[in-house]
């Protein structure tokens, strides 16, 4: 049994029995990332390694030895990609050549509970630069600090969406589970075409402190292989109330001690699913996509599940919403308050990123970074613009009430469409993606499952059932 393909589960039973331990878990995906990710077809998912990894996964062990496991992530090393705050040995630097030099004063909340779980910390995934935000025509994966990320099916496939370190890491079994982050599909966008699951949470659910910012849609979420593992990583994560982090008030309540509990087959017959194809940038995905979706509705019915037809209209793309009521006013301010509070470079605003940036341009504004200039010379920083309110809520009337409408007059459990759809990210509400499969070009495609806030359990349910009738999971070319 070749470990570093298993599941969390499995990897903490056979750590359990004594057939393995947290020290050669850890130095099993260290010896794959050498061999696939650095050499071989160099997926180049993995931007930095923990030096502290190997010491760490030790101290697991004697633990474990002398007290017992923490819980279902003691010992299971995880990356996260590389605009999460670790206050050790790594760097924090959102792929930018201009942070290479930026050590995290602390780590981030999320980080934290993470430790407290038992995982080990094995290093930073690589990722689009500033989740994507810094230049218009900018690629996928692509980072001035470590350069591009390979589809691990196929160099040639997308890989799409900034968190493609996270998922080319997971899809590879360069770890047992990685951490993404999401503003609108950068979670979902990797992990469909990596053929992972990935898990984008309610806003609020995980604090979004200490994670290199581009507005306040911004959220972490487990990637994983199987749906069960970004259920266990979800646990994990969860913070509850932060004072840096409004949005994760008053929590307590909604937020349960495991996320395993709702991962029950029978759970799923029954289950009220609208049917929503609606989507927007069609385009991207491989063209058989909706024929593979039609056929994974029926799959489901078989299932006991009762599909129901809610084609949603709204999309909020009309107007660029998501691209300017957000992201481009919200920017500065979000990006020069976490420099203050959690860097250690010597760039400490988003003038001094673009000045760096200017002064290396040969290396580090290789595809430029016009966004950047647009946040820091048209934008206040204080959100008096009233563009940016008459949009913003338009977003969240709009997007919220349309989503809502549609759970309350069908009375639906979730709500499902074929690969992705924006209205999580516009609502702030949680979606999940699960492969359904290889297109006829060979790139994977997926299906998403999103519902109300803070309902993870009703989406993990569902996306849990159809995934046992369904296992449309297909390794890379190298592991099969």
Same mark, same amino acid.
């Given at each position: 049994m070749d470990v570093t393909k298993e599941s969390i589960s499995c990897q903490q039973e056979q750590m359990s029995r004594g057939n393995l331990s947290s020290k050669e878990l850890t130095a099993a995906y260290l010896k794959r990332i050498q061999q696939y990710d650095q050499n071989?077809?160099?997926?180049?998912?993995?931007?930095?390694?923990?030096?502290?990894?190997?010491?760490?996964?030790?101290?697991?062990?004697?633990?474990?030895?002398?007290?017992?496991?923490?819980?279902?992530?003691?010992?299971?090393?995880?990356?996260?990609?590389?605009?999460?705050?670790?206050?050790?040995?790594?760097?924090?630097?959102?792929?930018?050549?201009?942070?290479?030099?930026?050590?995290?004063?602390?780590?981030?909340?999320?980080?934290?509970?993470?430790?407290?779980?038992?995982?080990? %910390?094995?290093g930073k995934a690589n990722l689009s630069e500033f989740a994507r935000y810094i230049?218009?025509?900018?690629?996928?994966?692509?980072?001035?600090?470590?350069?591009?990320?390979?589809?691990? &099916?196929?160099?040639?496939?997308?890989?799409?969406?900034?968190?493609?370190?996270?998922?080319?890491?997971?899809?590879?079994?360069?770890?047992?589970?990685?951490?993404?982050?999401?503003?609108?599909?950068?979670?979902? *966008?990797?992990?469909?075409f990596s053929g992972i699951c990935g898990l984008k949470p309610t806003v609020g659910l995980v604090s979004r402190s200490g994670i290199i910012p581009i507005c306040g849609q911004d959220t972490a979420g487990p990637m994983a292989?199987?749906?069960?593992?970004?259920? %266990?990583?979800?646990?994990?994560?969860?913070?509850?109330?932060?004072?840096?982090?409004?949005?994760?008030?008053?929590?307590?309540?909604?937020?349960?001690?495991? *996320?395993?509990?709702?991962?029950?087959?029978?759970?799923?017959?029954?289950?009220? %699913?609208?049917?929503?194809?609606?989507?927007?940038?069609?385009?991207?995905?491989p063209e058989d996509s909706d024929?593979?979706?039609?056929?994974?509705?029926?799959?489901?019915?078989?299932?006991?599940?009762?599909?129901?037809?809610?084609? %949603?209209?709204?999309?909020?793309?009309?107007?660029?919403?998501?691209?300017?009521?957000?992201?481009? *006013?919200?920017?500065?301010?979000?990006?020069?308050? &976490?420099?203050?509070? *959690?860097?250690?470079g010597q760039c400490r605003s988003l003038a001094d990123i673009i000045a760096y940036n200017q002064r290396h341009a040969k290396t580090a504004l290789r595809y430029g970074q016009d966004l950047l200039l647009l946040a820091q010379e048209q934008t206040t920083g204080r959100l008096v613009e009233s563009s940016y309110w008459s949009q913003k809520f338009r977003a969240i009337e709009e997007g919220q009430a349309a989503l809502d409408t549609c759970l309350s007059q069908y009375e639906l459990d979730v709500i499902t469409s074929p690969c992705y759809s924006n209205l999580p990210a516009i609502t702030g509400y949680p979606s999940i993606t699960v492969p359904m499969g290889l297109s006829r070009s060979g790139v994977p495609a997926g299906i998403s499952f999103y519902a109300g806030a803070f309902q993870e359990g009703k989406i993990l349910t569902a996306a849990y059932g159809y995934e046992q009738v369904s296992k449309r999971r297909i390794p890379p070319a190298f592991d099969r």
């Open positions: 071989g077809p160099k997926i180049n998912a993995v931007a930095e390694l923990n030096p502290d990894a190997i010491f760490t996964a030790e101290a697991l062990d004697r633990e474990r030895m002398l007290r017992g496991p923490r819980g279902p992530l003691h010992g299971i090393p995880v990356l996260l990609k590389d605009n999460i705050s670790t206050g050790d040995k790594m760097h924090t630097t959102a792929g930018s050549e201009a942070l290479a030099d930026n050590f995290a004063r602390k780590d981030a909340p999320l980080v934290k509970q993470l430790r407290k779980a038992g995982a080990v %910390i094995l230049a218009q025509e900018f690629p996928d994966g692509y980072s001035s600090r470590c350069g591009q990320v390979k589809n691990p &099916y196929d160099a040639s496939f997308p890989v799409s969406g900034s968190s493609s370190g996270s998922a080319a890491a997971a899809a590879g079994c360069f770890c047992s589970a990685a951490v993404g982050t999401e503003t609108a599909g950068s979670i979902t *966008y990797p992990s469909i292989r199987t749906v069960t593992d970004c259920a %266990i990583l979800l646990s994990a994560m969860t913070t509850g109330p932060d004072a840096d982090d409004a949005a994760t008030g008053c929590t307590e309540h909604l937020i349960p001690k495991d *996320y395993t509990v709702f991962l029950k087959p029978e759970d799923f017959r029954g289950m009220r %699913i609208g049917v929503n194809r609606v989507r927007c940038d069609k385009e991207s995905f024929d593979m979706f039609e056929k994974e509705l029926l799959l489901m019915q078989q299932a006991g599940a009762e599909l129901v037809d809610c084609d %949603i209209a709204f999309t909020g793309m009309d107007s660029g919403i998501l691209g300017q009521a957000t992201m481009l *006013y919200e920017f500065k301010t979000a990006l020069n308050f &976490y420099l203050s509070r *959690y860097a250690a």
